[in-house]
């Protein structure tokens, strides 16, 4: 990755053939105690997941998959902050890209024009209540078509469906790490109340009516705001507040 302009994100960066998922090879280096933004890309994996241990597919040659390490000093309740600067991050990414209107869909995924382009996994090991180490995953779909998509159910898009032609995934590998290395400087610098102020402006639904969908039960109210950790916060009907972690519900339009 020669030439990015980035001060730690992409610095140093893995790249295997195949693997399960850039997550496990990005832990199995943090362990070990890779420098901080070291990033590993993958051309396939054969057991890519999302929340909640939901499959991710990443067709080989179209999807781009891959994991930052970072050693955040935080405990793991604030570790869904990195989720929001994950996905502010992919926005601005492909906001570089003519005619692209990406917008965040709380907690971890990025859509374009109602459709999913990408989704973001954050998983960290602790110790003492303190965060070891934490590992971004992001895949974004960027050169799949109409075809290839098809089986995820009409619910997902690429950049190269949305722009009409094929895109640099390299290209979007850069931007997406600058934006994460610009936005991480910021966020050592100030901590999460500046980000939060970008993840309002480009996130869906903020003000709106959603609907809530946990394992039990459903809730319906106004997508009030996120907390200081980047939980959810719906005003329920009767005026109360609910705050929402993203490990246990879905959020859909009203
Ligand atoms: P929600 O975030 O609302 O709970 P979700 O569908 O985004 O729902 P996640 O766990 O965030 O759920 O993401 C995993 C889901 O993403 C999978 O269940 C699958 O439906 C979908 N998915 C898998 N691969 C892709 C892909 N390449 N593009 C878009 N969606 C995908
Ligand atoms: C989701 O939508 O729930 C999150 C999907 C995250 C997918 C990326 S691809 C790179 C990294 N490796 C994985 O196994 N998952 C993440």
Not at 132 to 149: A, D, M, P, S, W
Not at 151 to 157: R, S
Not at 161 to 168: A, D, E, L, R, W
Request: aromatic fraction near 8%; proline fraction near 4%.
């Amino acid at each position: 990755l020669s030439g990015l302009r980035s001060r730690c994100i992409g610095l140093r960066a893995h790249y295997v053939k195949t693997t399960t998922s850039t997550n496990d090879v990005a832990k199995e280096l943090a362990r070990q105690g890779t420098e901080e933004g070291t990033v590993v890309i993958t051309e396939e994996q054969t057991k890519g997941r999302g929340r909640l241990g939901r499959a991710w597919q990443c067709p080989p040659r179209a999807g781009l998959c891959f994991s930052v390490v970072l050693y955040p000093r935080v405990n793991p309740m604030e570790v869904s902050q990195f989720t929001m600067l994950a996905a502010v991050a992919v926005v601005r990414a492909f906001r570089r890209l003519p005619g692209i209107d990406a917008r965040v869909k709380w907690p971890n995924d990025v859509y374009i024009d109602g459709l999913k382009a990408c989704g973001i996994l954050a998983e960290m090991t602790a110790e003492a209540d303190r965060v070891k180490f934490l590992v971004l995953g992001i895949g974004v779909n960027v050169n799949q078509t109409r075809e290839e998509l098809a089986p995820l159910g009409n619910a997902a898009t690429s950049l190269r469906v949305q722009s009409g032609h094929p895109v640099s995934r390299t290209g979007v590998l850069r931007a997406i790490l600058e934006e994460l290395d610009s936005l991480y400087t910021l966020w050592q610098a100030e901590g999460f109340a500046p980000l939060k102020g970008l993840w309002k402006d480009v996130t869906l639904w903020y003000g709106c009516p959603v609907v809530v969908r946990g394992l039990q039960r459903v809730w319906e109210g106004i997508m009030e705001d996120i907390d200081d950790n980047g939980a959810l916060i719906l005003r329920l009907s009767d005026n109360s507040t609910k705050t929402f972690y993203s490990g246990e519900v879905s959020l859909r339009p009203s």
